[in-house]
């Protein structure tokens, strides 16, 4: 909470606020005697060493967004589909091909960054159900978060529960994929 609050607050990046985090908390632990600074360091770099798997996992998925954003891959697979984008077919389409691209990339969050631009001058052209398109939007952030096993979602996850990441990943598939196919039905059938 005291990281969010420092980096939010006083508009820092993550690195100064948890630094500032550390000149709180650490005396803070010691005025209550919770434990000696020895092993209150101890624990700390432990915690770390515990995170460097996940945080590369994650500075990796991100890395592999901006090449594929640099690639133009959402705007590839948006020309693709276009001769099937109808008023009826648009949020199933866009759940589909952004289902498919946030599984590819691991990036739920960049999934709206590039795509907005592109659908909703889409979704105005051809008088589609905006709400709808949004909600397809969201969902298919959301499966590819949930089914990439790179995802940071999906890293953190694993780590936290102290599972293997590739387990993790494959015992939730089978899920992210019904919920995905529900997802896409609901959307054909609602348009």
Request: proline share 5%; aromatic share 10%; charged share 10%.
């Amino acid at each position: 909470m005291l990281l969010v609050g420092f980096t939010v607050y006083f508009d820092i990046d993550v690195w100064k606020g948890l630094l500032a985090t550390l000149a709180v908390t650490i005396p803070f632990y010691m005025a209550q005697r919770l434990m000696p600074l020895a092993d209150m360091l101890e624990q700390m770099i432990d915690g770390f060493k515990c995170m460097l798997p996940a945080i590369g996992t994650v500075i990796a998925a991100f890395i592999f967004k901006d090449v594929c954003d640099k690639l133009l891959l959402p705007q590839y697979v948006m020309d693709t589909l276009s001769p099937y984008m109808t008023a009826q077919l648009l949020p199933a389409m866009v759940f589909l091909s952004m289902a498919i691209l946030a599984f590819a990339t691991g990036s739920s969050w960049g999934i709206f960054a590039v795509t907005i631009p592109i659908v909703m001058p889409l979704a105005v052209a051809v008088d589609a159900n905006i709400p709808l398109v949004i909600g397809a939007l969201l969902s298919a952030s959301s499966f590819g978060s949930q089914a990439c096993f790179y995802s940071d979602s999906t890293v953190l996850a694993a780590q936290g529960s102290d599972c293997n990441l590739v387990s993790h990943a494959v015992t939730q598939l089978p899920y992210a994929l019904l919920a995905a196919a529900i997802a896409f039905i609901g959307f054909l059938l609602l348009a």
